[in-house]
């Protein structure tokens, strides 16, 4: 009889045993949502629901109409609407990163792992260069932006466009390359942003809509106002795969734009911007596979409609 090669006892059994436990949850996840999408399938008759790459895709989607409201709503009420997109040019830095160290180096790195380290790091720059270099937030968010996008394309063309191929997933998106690993990334990210969101709502509140009386109550506004960019630079890289890098800060803006044209406090912008995202999503996923279009501008273009649908409904109520 072989021993296996670890044991209860032994300093990397937990770690493989938190592996194991994850990827158990991860498939009981993907099998209860499969089971839903296959019935509605059956119900209905429609095919692409039962296809198992189709349901990542829509589970992908539920999990971005969640964080990016979440996060986006805090952002777009502090008029700090473009980090998002900033973040997600340096995020296409970070996996320029990665494919060239993968290319060039002969490295095994994830493109999406350089991405989160680039995409954190810059967040914190950002906040460094507005709050210790007396940089107006709108000028650093532009040189940071067009930096990352500067070295992102160097990385491409230092290697005559070898990488160029494996970087068009990110930049554009595609529900083909929606992977289990995606998924389980998002749905990790999808409870850490809610968690962190709910235990940091108050403060976070305060923050955003009067920065004076949190400092008197004694808030750490700096420490808050990083973990918001933070959380922006996650949800960016862990929604790039499906969005693609140029539009998922869309994600974190036009639902957000859209219910504050019918919210009338925060929590009903928060929930609002929710649902504004989710419908955008699962409209824009059915677009795409349906008409063979990019999956992240058909996500985009439903959430523009549906901010139009508010300003239409605005001005009747009006």
């Known amino acids: 009889m072989t021993r296996p090669t670890t044991l209860p006892g032994d300093p990397e059994f937990a770690p493989l045993a938190l592996a194991d436990w994850a990827f158990a949850l991860l498939e009981w996840a993907l099998a209860v949502f499969g089971a839903g999408m296959n019935w509605l399938a059956d ?3 429609v095919r692409m629901l039962g296809y198992p790459y189709m349901q990542r895709a829509y589970l992908a989607v539920v999990c971005i109409g969640i964080v990016g409201p979440l996060v986006g709503t805090f952002l777009v009420h502090r008029e700090m609407a473009m980090i998002g ?8 830095a970070g996996v320029a990163v990665g494919l060239f160290a993968n290319s060039v180096l002969s490295l095994s790195v994830s493109p999406l792992a350089t991405a989160m380290v680039v995409a954190i790091g810059t967040a914190l720059l950002v906040e460094l260069l507005v709050e210790y270099a007396d940089v107006h937030s709108d000028t650093s968010l532009a040189i940071v932006l067009t930096g990352g996008f500067a070295v992102g394309s160097v ?10 191929v494996g970087i068009d997933a990110y930049l554009f998106g595609s529900l083909a390359t929606v992977s289990k690993a995606n998924v389980g990334l998002l749905l990790a990210m999808t409870g850490v942003v ?15 809509f009067d920065e004076t009386a949190a400092r008197a109550a004694r808030i750490d506004v700096v420490a808050y106002n990083r973990l918001l960019v933070v959380l922006t630079a996650a949800v960016v890289v862990s929604a790039m795969q499906i969005m693609g890098v140029i539009l998922v800060a869309a994600m974190l803006v036009v639902p957000v734009a859209a219910a504050g044209r019918v919210a009338r406090t925060f ?7 929710v649902l504004a995202a989710e419908f955008a999503g699962v409209v824009g996923v059915t677009v795409s596979y349906r008409y063979g279009l990019a999956a992240g501008g058909s996500i985009v273009l439903a959430g523009i409609a549906v901010y139009a649908g508010t300003l239409a409904f605005g001005r009747l109520r009006g």
Do not use: N
């Not at 997109?85 to 296409?92: S, Y």
């Not at 990385?155 to 160029?164: E, F, Q, S």
């Open 43 to 45: 119900a209905f008759g």
């Open 155 to 164: 990385l491409v063309t230092a290697t005559d466009g070898g990488i160029a």
């Open 194 to 208: 809610t968690g962190v969101v709910g235990v940091t709502y108050r403060p976070l509140l305060y923050a955003t």
């Open 267 to 273: 929590k009903q912008s928060l929930l609002f911007a």
């Open 85 to 92: 997109d900033t973040l997600a040019h340096t995020a296409f």
